[in-house]
């Protein structure tokens, strides 16, 4: 049996980016496979239940899907073993850190993922046109191609809107990534990584956007690396198998020590509260009123007639879903409700619970400096869990 891990994604996926930073910075063995592939399709997808990606498949044959799931084989799982180290921290207040930029970095930052990917015609589309058609089935006709390109963008662009990218978001959008770009450079001066001398699940949350959309892509890639080339160093460093810390020789692979986190990091936190709080909120209030309306539900299902449906209402994929509308930099934006999020979330809430009175006392003063305190509180009335690859409700708490 081989000892060799198989990764179904793609250099342009969004998801596919914080599996793929793991395995390489972990040095575990694993080859990638398009999803266009007959063996994704005819026996990836109809174990899932649904064409989504990341999805990874053990020597043995089974078959993970989702990037924090993919981790925590590796961490919390049989594969502990093939790991350099541990992306969890410790110390629980910097746990609690990672968490936050693990939801933000996936879910957060895809309003300038997806405007800088789709709104950049000029740069973009010929490399998107190219990178696309690695997700295409085997044997295409180039008409084919094209035309399959011509939906999935079709459908990618109108996804975008349900993220929040509007013409009157737009501007606002590059603001604000600007503003992310230069709070991420200084916090790299003394750092490599976000909480120390190693990646954490922070990171891992981080790449996901910040490598297949914000780096890769021609339009974004600029920018970083005129104003921020420490946040591309950072990039690089998270995509390598070597440790790529040239202005840290020396650094050993310690954490950030102590009760206190150094002033850039708060001011990223900070960020955070102001970029993303309104927006998760604003979806766990209307994830509350929507279970309040459907008592119904059974445990172990999302109460909709198709079970691959990640949103709350709707058809299937990017564009469906219930949504919530929220204020944000002057305007209000709607966008589309995901339980995923939730689920991430509860990862947060799931590990401050085993720490100790000290420790969440700790937690909560400095969430509450940073202005993220209220994030700690969030609940929904139903928790999200993952059976069978996919979201689905808990019992009636």
């Known amino acids: ?3 060799t891990y198989t990764l179904y994604g793609a250099p342009v996926s969004l998801y596919t980016g914080k599996a793929r930073s793991y395995l390489r910075t ?14 994704y ?16 498949e053990t020597p043995d044959g089974t078959i993970i899907q989702d990037g924090a799931d993919i981790i925590d084989h590796f961490e919390r799982g049989p594969g502990q ?3 350099r180290y541990n992306a969890y921290p410790t110390s629980p207040l910097l746990l609690a850190v990672a968490h936050v930029f693990e939801l933000f970095g996936g879910e957060g930052l895809l309003r300038p993922a997806m405007h800088y990917r789709w709104n950049f015609d000029e740069q973009n589309l010929s490399f998107l046109t190219s990178e696309f058609a690695i997700l295409m089935p085997q044997g295409l006709t180039a008409e084919q191609a094209e035309q399959g390109f011509l939906h999935n963008s079709g459908r990618m662009r109108k996804a975008a809107t349900v993220f929040g990218v509007t013409p009157e978001s737009q501007p606002l959008i590059e603001t604000a990534f600007h503003e992310w770009l230069d709070l991420f450079e200084a916090h790299l001066v003394d750092h490599p990584y976000l909480l120390g001398n190693r990646p954490t699940i922070g990171d891992y949350g981080l790449i996901a956007a910040m490598w297949a959309h914000l780096y890769r892509d021609p339009a974004p890639t600029m920018l970083i690396k005129q104003r921020a080339p420490r946040v591309g160093r950072w990039v690089e460093r998270m995509t390598s198998v070597e440790p790529y810390r040239h202005e840290f020789i020396g650094s050993d692979d310690d954490l950030i020590a102590g009760d206190e986190l150094p002033a850039t990091l708060v001011a990223m936190l900070r960020y955070v509260s102001e970029e993303y709080l309104p927006e998760i909120s604003a979806h766990v209030d209307a994830a509350n009123e929507w279970l309040a309306e459907h008592p119904e539900i059974e445990a172990g299902t ?4 198709d079970p691959a449906t990640r949103g709350l209402t709707g058809g299937r994929g990017l564009i469906a879903g219930g949504s919530a509308t929220f ?4 305007i209000e934006l709607t966008t589309s409700v995901m339980p995923y999020r939730f689920w991430l979330m509860q990862r947060l809430h799931d590990d401050l619970a085993v720490a100790s009175a000290d420790d969440v006392t700790n937690v909560r003063a400095m969430f509450a400096e940073a202005g993220l305190d209220s994030l700690l509180n969030l609940r929904t009335l139903r928790r999200v869990e993952r059976a069978g690859h996919l979201e689905v409700w808990g019992p009636l708490l």
């Open 41 to 56: 399709l005819n026996e990836i997808v109809p174990t899932v239940g649904r064409w989504i990606i990341p999805c990874m």
């Open 1 to 3: 049996m081989s000892n």
């Open 26 to 39: 972990q040095g575990i063995p694993f080859v990638e496979m398009s999803p266009g592939s007959d063996r």
């Open 81 to 83: 073993s093939l790991r």
């Open 302 to 305: 999302n109460g909709l007639d």
């Open 327 to 330: 204020p944000w930099r002057g």
